[in-house]
């Protein structure tokens, strides 16, 4: 059977433009000579759609998009996701669901089993799981069997999440397939494409038959989504894979029927090293993208203090936006180090950006003076360091406000968890680009991005990081080596590992104890920043939901 997959890019809640975007994308696949189209899971309305649910109008306005676009769908049926209502008066108002669309209408309904529930999924929170096992239809000849995304996430090497009591792969299993469908929206992560690859090749084992596994790409909020729809043959052996990080439309050939299953159990576990840097840096370049664009931001603003963080931030706006709309500010006071200035506009000059000047020792002046006699006879501290990094942010929003701009917060995720920015100050802006990207990581994604030529400064990368808050401050007086500070917070924050596992894996009580405390310390901070985009298995944001008042200590 020659199968359409269509890797698209929806916004969530642009019902008429996703419904374009679908309609456009049948017309061509069927025009390249399609016998089915399979679209991603919830494109008609986006995902993930969260408490739009709950407006009274938006699944029926979901409904009445479906049907518009069922009206349109020829003699080549479409497999379409959406949300369709639930009758039972007691249940959630929805499905997620799959629309087998025929002769300009809606032949069948699919509904997803399996409802992820954990980190930034909340799916049971809005739709009714499936009352009963995957729908198989018949297409061609071919018995075809109908699941959505997380209805395969079911590999024994998951077993110990112990999330579900069914198992949707082994109730198709009896079912004795030509083809299993899976329509997905599943966000990436480092490590993740590896996780799915064998997802869809051991459910093509276990089941005997081909799988065509058509995921969603984009970013919607926080998540990025990849695309990098695959195709299994019965034996496991992947026959096709659509684009990394962008849309694409392909007629693949798929050969239905049954096949001898091979057994095998490989190990479900990529590390974050594994990744090639070359998928982070696309993803947060179109996290970036779309957040702007699908937010109706034309322009970027970025703070460069000369540092590697700004730096980074720098380059994924100019690469997201294109240099010509995207406005780098060196804000230096007294205290900023000329090297550090010198860095900041070679790198402009590098990126082709726009690049302004704006001195703050005079603001700075002017507060510490109106703040003089309530501060008499107290010693100066971080509060003198704080007043500048506050008036950065006032006049960096002055330029947002003006010009229209985005203003991208430049902090990473190491200082995110300890609290190693300045709320009102740096954690100023609507979109915090690197803050799941550790310091470590940092570093290796602007040596990779130098890989050719020099595009950020050698000497931002080389030099001893510092928030320039203070004469002669560097990051390391009060913080441990970014390596040890990484690898500690990876645990703590990732793992969920305690206090004393920490210890017991090597590292030294009194920096795991500082380091803890640090990370619960701030989350009043974290509660208020910009949303970030999310690369690794735990962000924080809307996957991390730790009390600001809490007194639990692991």
């Not at 494409?193 to 997802?199: D, F, I, K, P, S």
């Not at 190990?267 to 070359?278: G, I, R, V, Y």
């Not at 070679?346 to 309530?374: H, K, Q, Y």
């Not at 470590?440 to 808050?469: F, G, H, M």
Request: charged share 20%.
């Amino acid at each position: 059977m020659r199968i359409g997959l269509a890797q698209l890019n929806t916004t969530v809640g642009d019902l008429a433009g996703n419904r374009h975007k679908i309609l456009d994308a049948y017309r061509t696949l069927v025009a390249q000579g399609a016998e089915l189209v399979v679209y991603p899971e919830l494109v008609v309305c986006g995902y993930p759609p969260r408490d739009l649910l709950f407006k009274r109008r938006f699944v029926p306005d979901v409904e009445a998009s479906l049907a518009a676009i069922a009206s349109e769908i020829g003699d080549v049926p479409a497999l379409i996701g959406t949300v369709v209502a639930n009758p039972a008066p007691n249940g959630r108002r929805s499905f997620n669901a799959a629309a087998l669309c025929h002769c300009g209408q809606v032949e069948q309904i699919a509904r997803k089993c399996l409802l992820p529930t954990y980190d930034v999924f909340d799916e049971d929170r809005y739709f009714e799981p499936s009352p009963t096992p995957p729908l198989v239809i018949t297409l061609r000849g071919h018995k075809v069997g109908l699941t959505l995304c997380e209805d395969i996430w079911t590999h024994p090497q998951l077993a110990p999440r112990n999330l579900y009591h069914t198992d949707p792969l082994k109730s198709l299993k009896t079912q004795h397939l030509d083809l299993m469908v899976n329509l997905s929206a599943s966000p990436w992560h480092a490590g993740k494409n590896l996780m799915r690859r064998q997802l869809v090749t051991d459910a093509a084992i276990q089941l005997g038959c081909p799988v065509v596994y058509v995921n969603a790409v984009g970013g919607n909020d926080e998540l990025v989504f990849d695309g990098r729809s695959l195709v299994s043959d019965a034996q496991g052996n992947l026959t096709a894979g659509l684009a990394a990080f962008a849309e694409e439309l392909r007629v693949v050939e798929v050969v239905c029927g049954r096949g001898t299953p091979t057994p095998r159990h490989p190990a479900l576990s990529p590390s974050f090293a594994e990744e090639d840097m070359a998928d982070i840096y696309n993803a947060l370049v179109l996290g970036l993208r779309d957040y702007a664009q699908k937010s109706g931001f034309k322009k970027a603003l970025v703070a460069l203090s000369g540092g590697i963080d700004s730096a980074l931030v720098a380059v994924l706006a100019a690469q997201a936006f294109g240099p010509a709309n995207v406005i780098g500010v060196s804000l230096p006071s007294s205290i900023s180090s000329q090297h550090s200035r010198d860095d900041a506009r070679l790198l402009a000059e590098n990126l082709a950006v726009r690049f302004e000047t704006i001195a703050i020792s005079d603001a700075v002046a002017a507060a510490e003076a109106s703040l003089g006699p309530v501060f008499v006879g107290l010693k100066p501290d971080v509060t003198e360091e704080n007043i500048q990094a506050r008036l950065r942010g006032v006049l960096m929003m002055a330029l947002s406000n003006k010009f229209g701009a985005l203003l991208l917060t430049t902090g990473n995720k190491s200082e995110v968890a300890v609290g190693y920015c300045t709320l009102y100050g740096d954690m100023c802006g609507g979109l915090a680009v690197i803050s799941d990207v550790f310091k470590t990581q940092v570093y290796s994604l602007c040596r990779w991005i130098n890989r050719e030529r020099e595009i950020i400064p050698v000497n931002t990368i080389d030099k001893p990081p510092s928030a320039e808050l203070r004469p002669g401050q560097v990051d390391q007086d009060s913080l441990p080596p970014y390596e040890v500070l990484d690898a500690l917070l990876k645990g703590y924050v990732e793992e969920g590992l305690s206090r004393g596992d920490l210890v017991e894996q090597g590292f030294a009580e009194a920096v795991v104890n500082d380091i803890a405390r640090k990370v619960d310390l701030n989350e009043y901070k974290r509660k208020q920043m910009a949303p970030g985009l999310k690369i690794t298995p735990l962000a924080f944001g809307v996957g991390r939901r730790i009390p600001i008042v809490q007194k639990y200590v692991s």
